[in-house]
């Protein structure tokens, strides 16, 4: 089971950017977040809708990156790498 987990790890490293990799870690932070939330919460209420912050933050940040990084690859990357297939 290790080595698969590794293999698959090994996989993903290469077949994925950097902004992927970033994305991908956001949203794992955000299931995480609820699963943790949702597990403090049986114990105290409020500790667990306090840590939900967590995931909103993540789930904002999330989602303001993937909007970004979209403007910044049809707009700038894009008249970039036009330009170098020019010269």
Do not use: P
């Amino acid at each position: 089971m290790f080595n698969s987990l590794y293999n698959a790890l090994l996989e993903w490293n290469r077949s994925s950017d950097d902004r992927q990799k970033l994305q991908h870690t956001y949203i794992v932070l955000t299931v995480l977040s609820v699963i943790v939330a949702g597990i403090v919460s049986l114990v105290d209420n409020q500790s667990g809708q306090d840590m939900l912050l967590i995931t909103v933050a993540a789930g904002a940040i999330f989602l303001v990156n993937a909007v970004i990084w979209s403007l910044l690859e049809s707009t700038l990357l894009a008249k970039l790498s036009g330009r170098r297939k020019r010269q």
